[in-house]
């Protein structure tokens, strides 16, 4: 079959390689009809995350049709079953999936060894990601094996497109969130807070494009390259700061000499002496009302430098952060997207054969073209 | 060293493996900004090992000192031109060519019995220059944001029903899970204090 693989820092390639089989009782092959380059792909790209291996097939965010089934999945799922794969594997079972903390499973991860050396505590296996979470192969390729495929998959029905599920992947009334970062998961965190009712939405970003996305939801925004984010956010909220700060950004911001400090972490990513650039933790931590909460869903990889604890401390932050729990929320989502409150296929900008893949990784990095989100079919 | 050398971890038994590699993201700029990260490197750690016997071989006796130096400036430009910001590395091995053509300049002179080798050096200096100019100006075009500031997404919105009629359309019937609940909470009660 063919697949994007992973040979190496900015070295993604369109390969063939040999199809998966099934090895476990529990597990189904699907045959990919869509898939799509997630944010967090870019980081392996870039080779921030530890423990890539070459040859390691890329995606987590994919879709397709089921077409075989282990012995111990046949309950679930058959053949012809149409399924979205959340990127985190669950077994369903253990005490974390009982208690509905699926992306940390502790079941699930085939190199817990290492997950447990690099974390202290092993989280769940998740597609075409890190060995640190067991280097299963991704959905960037035109079959998928997908374990523990009874309890780890989506049914979706028919009739709705692929573009409006791909990404089946709180908010008080009253609130003022402010979310850092207008890429997909920043633009569907504006939707989410738009629907739970947030009173101000502002959106943080300097990309045009991005920020017309984000005020077409309603959401008001700051050009960090034009104005001062804190001196906005207080203006915004008579003086007080936001209530909910959301870090959609993740390891890898912006870089300017306009924001000296993601200068210094850049320098330090490169030798070595700092895994992630934490600008925008930094800049949630000073600006956020005190008692507020700060949430993290962008990714952050490990070791990070000059965090005010001090501010975070004394301002009784309440802090939120995870891998999405992504079954605990798809039922949902999936009922509101059949009812038309919400359409995700708006982030959609780029839809190309899995072929263009390599050079779609570049443009998406680069954010040229105006690209938001690639979706990608074989 | 890669953490996957220290643990030995390795890919598993059932997982795909590739039988023909295909086309890369990395393109011929790429390639070449790529190697001359490596020459970087080769030539700072020369220049840091071995500054005298380059400078005998030059006929520079008396600017030791001065290429241990650019043996440094070699590996500080090497970081950047290896990492994913290649053309602030290449600027700056672009503006140390600059330095070292002016470095051997003098080494050109009748009056340097070694001024063979400097000629030599100097025209590899040259010439590395215009492989460091090609390699900047390929990576820049490659990589540029073409077109983005031109797009226009104010009709994506991703709510069918509209901005205005979407606010708090969830919040009727989502059951917010109880740990996720954030009242009762210290943001709460911080504006119930005495101000």
Not at chain 2, 93 to 108: K, N, Q, Y
Request: hydrophobic residues 40%.
């Amino acid at each position: 079959m063919k697949a994007l693989v992973w040979h190496g820092k900015e070295d993604i390639r369109y390969d063939t390689v040999s199809d998966p089989a099934i090895e476990h009782p529990r597990d189904a092959i699907i045959k990919v009809t869509s898939c799509a380059i997630c944010g967090s792909d870019l980081h392996l790209f870039h080779n921030l995350v530890p423990a890539m291996l070459p040859g390691d097939i890329m995606g987590h965010e994919t879709m397709g049709e089921v077409v075989e089934v282990g012995s111990d999945a046949k309950g679930s799922l058959k053949k012809g079953d149409r399924v979205v794969i959340p990127f985190t594997i669950q077994c369903g079972e253990c005490d974390q999936c009982r208690r509905g903390n699926f992306s940390v499973c502790e079941r699930t991860n085939r190199k817990k060894a290492l997950g447990d050396k690099a974390f202290g505590h092993a989280t769940a296996g998740l597609f075409g990601y890190t060995h640190l979470t067991g280097g299963y192969p991704g959905g960037q390729a035109e079959y998928l094996r997908v374990p523990f495929a009874d309890t780890t998959h989506i049914k979706v029905p028919g009739g709705i497109d692929d573009e409006k599920l791909l990404f089946l992947s709180d908010i008080q009334p009253g609130d003022t969130v402010a979310v850092w970062g207008c890429g997909p998961v920043g633009q569907m965190t504006i939707r989410s807070a738009i629907l739970l009712g947030a009173e101000q939405v502002i959106a943080i970003d300097h990309l045009p494009e991005r920020l017309s996305m984000a005020a077409a939801a309603g959401a008001i925004t700051i050009d960090f390259m034009q104005e001062s984010v804190v001196d906005r956010l207080n203006a915004l909220t008579d003086g007080k700061g936001p209530h909910k700060c959301i870090d959609a950004v993740g390891t890898e911001s912006h870089v300017d000499f306009g924001q000296p400090d993601t200068v210094l972490d850049r320098a330090k990513q490169m030798l070595m002496a700092e895994n992630d650039r934490p600008h925008v933790l930094r800049e949630m931590i000073y600006v956020c009302r005190p008692g507020g909460v700060i949430s993290i869903i962008g990714v952050y990889l490990g070791l990070v430098d000059k965090i005010p604890m001090g501010q975070a401390m004394n301002k009784g932050l309440t802090f939120r952060m995870a891998q999405a729990h992504v079954p605990r929320w798809t039922g949902d989502l999936l009922r509101r997207i059949e009812d038309g409150q919400i359409d995700p296929s708006f982030v959609i900008t780029h839809k190309v054969d899995l072929s263009k893949g390599p050079e779609m990784y570049a443009t998406f990095r680069d954010k040229a073209d105006g690209c938001v989100k690639v979706m990608l079919q074989p | 060293m890669p953490l996957t050398n220290v643990t030995g971890v390795a890919r598993s038994e059932g997982d795909p493996r590739v039988q023909r590699k295909g086309p890369s993201s990395l393109t011929g700029p790429d390639r070449l900004a790529r190697a001359l990260g490596w020459f970087s490197v080769g030539l700072g750690l020369a220049e840091l090992a071995a500054p005298g016997r380059l400078a005998r071989a030059l006929g520079l006796d008396d600017k030791e000192g001065l290429i241990r130096a650019y043996g440094a400036r070699e590996l500080a430009s090497a970081v950047p031109t290896l990492s994913i910001d290649k053309p602030i590395g290449l600027a700056a091995r672009i503006g140390g060519d600059a330095l070292d053509l002016a470095t051997l300049a003098p080494a050109l002179h009748r009056d340097n019995p070694k001024r063979h080798n400097a000629a030599i050096a100097a025209a590899l200096v040259a010439g590395i220059t215009l492989l460091d100019i090609a390699a900047f100006k390929g990576v820049k075009a490659a990589h540029r944001r073409d077109g983005g500031a031109a797009r226009d997404y104010s009709d994506r919105s991703g709510l069918p029903r509209g901005a205005a009629a979407s606010r708090g359309l969830a919040r009727k019937d989502f059951d917010i899970p109880p740990d996720y609940r954030a009242e009762g909470t210290v943001a709460d009660a911080i504006p119930a204090l005495p101000s």
